[in-house]
């Protein structure tokens, strides 16, 4: 068997969000298996190779500091961010090597904690930061936003505008950072803050999306497109399912699939069913992040297929995925919302029980979005039968063909 760059190292990723609350980057982990015995001259090639300029900008996170020099001394990939620790800055030396990588076209990110940078004027090289924030400085900022009692705040808040921020566990905080403090961008995003608000009622559908569609039915855009728009909201395509099946629509077939339920239902009606929707349907751009986070995770299932799977099958892996946290979103036990759609068994199998062969690509792709724990991806994927190589270009795949379609241009200035 031939062996590559991929089957030597753990991918996982991070989506980064932008002032509109769209995906501008993402953070991939690299975490070799075996140090060492990584080249990553190998591994910039191949992102060079695959990595298309259109995509979010990939921010490279090479947990080895030998992986790290190694890169920097590589040709730079389009559109790629290197992240750089904050200590490589500080000492002559290495800020000599920083200084030829980035006259070399390397885009480098120092990480950093936010109290390092304050009284600092002029970046070393004049880089971007992600930046750490400490509970101290979430207070501080917290208590520097404008109130309608206060609109000119007596204190200044500490979040230093164009850079990235990271673990920013509160809705406030967020909207702060992104909105008055002019935060280039926020790496995650503090979903459980966000949906605590929703904690009272069910979540309507996505008002941007449900625009998205009807501008679609409009323009008399194919199957293909409306399609795709659908799948941009896990409770539109689940709110759609159950329509189609209910006494209201006649319950005379089954239809557990969103493209035989657009089939049936027919452009016009669905246009009507939308336009009803509307009426409980939410605009609250902080839950785009909570939404999308949702779609790139089903892409990724599908993904993890064998390459030249049947459509139909790879339909019903995505579905599966996005439906994994509809508990979340509708506030009633997953049993129960699955209960209501002639799903197949292997659906409830892998959402209910946890088993089944739709288990294993959820399961991968649930570890490829845990950073923290990247350390445990190689012995998901053995257990699941699964090599790392697989799992691995699955996740470039994805992440290199992600397009957030909501709320205008994905790019921002800088």
Known sequence: MTHTVLDSVALGYQPVWNRRRRLAAVHLSVSPVQPGAVDAAHLMQLLGDDWP?????LILSLRTPELLHQALACKPVPNTWLEVP?????????????SVAMRKGHQLLRHAALAELHGEFIAPLDVRSLLSVDAEEALEALQARPTEAQPVPSRRTPILPGHLYQNICNRGLADHCLDEAGAWGLLGWPDDDVLHAWRARPMGCDAVVIGMIRQAITNDSSLDQLER????DPVVCYRLLVHINSATYGG?????????????????????????????????????????????????????????????LRAEVYTTA???????LLHQPLGTLIGRLPMSSRVADALIHHSGPYFPLLDIARAQGDVDNLHLLPEICEQHEMSLEQANRALLRMLSTSRDHGLGPAKQPG
């Open 86 to 98: 904050a200590s490589l800055f500080t000492h002559p030396e290495s800020l000599a090597m920083l």
């Open 322 to 328: 996005l439906f994994a946290q509809l508990d979340r």
């Open 252 to 312: 005379r077939h089954e239809v557990d699939s969103l493209r035989h339920a657009l089939m049936m239902l027919g452009f016009s009606a669905l246009d009507r069913w939308l336009g009803e929707q509307l009426a409980s349907a939410n605009d609250d751009t902080g839950l785009h992040p909570v939404r999308y986070a949702q779609v790139m995770r089903s892409r990724l299932a599908q993904h993890l297929l064998e390459s030249g799977s049947e459509e139909d």
């Open 53 to 57: 300029v259109a995509a979010p900008v």
């Open 229 to 232: 728009f659908v799948r941009q």
